[in-house]
């Protein structure tokens, strides 16, 4: 796939957001009971693509998270839970 077909089928995918909801609004209708099976297999088959698609989203983030770390350092690797300033003083509790 050429990278102007790959960047005009990114921008007619919806944000991962709007993907959330729509799938969220899609397992409503199926689990209504209103649906003929017709139907429910064509949502299926749109819950899976979206299903999918807020899959790859998130692996992107996970990727894109990783990459941000590595370029810190490592300077947000877990560290210790410290108290804010105050919490374990007993004069301001």
């Not at 709007?18 to 139907?39: F, N």
């Amino acid at each position: 796939m050429s990278k102007a077909a790959k960047a005009s089928a990114e921008a007619e995918q919806p944000a991962f957001e709007e993907a959330v909801k729509k799938l969220e609004s899609i397992l409503e209708a199926m689990e209504s009971d209103d649906l003929p099976l017709e139907q429910l297999l064509q949502r299926f088959e749109e819950g899976t693509r979206l299903y999918r698609l807020c899959q790859e989203r998130l692996a992107e983030a996970e990727v894109q998270v990783q990459r941000l770390e590595q370029g810190l350092g490592g300077a947000l690797a877990a560290q210790p839970d410290e108290p804010l300033d105050g919490a374990d003083d007993p004069e301001t509790v």
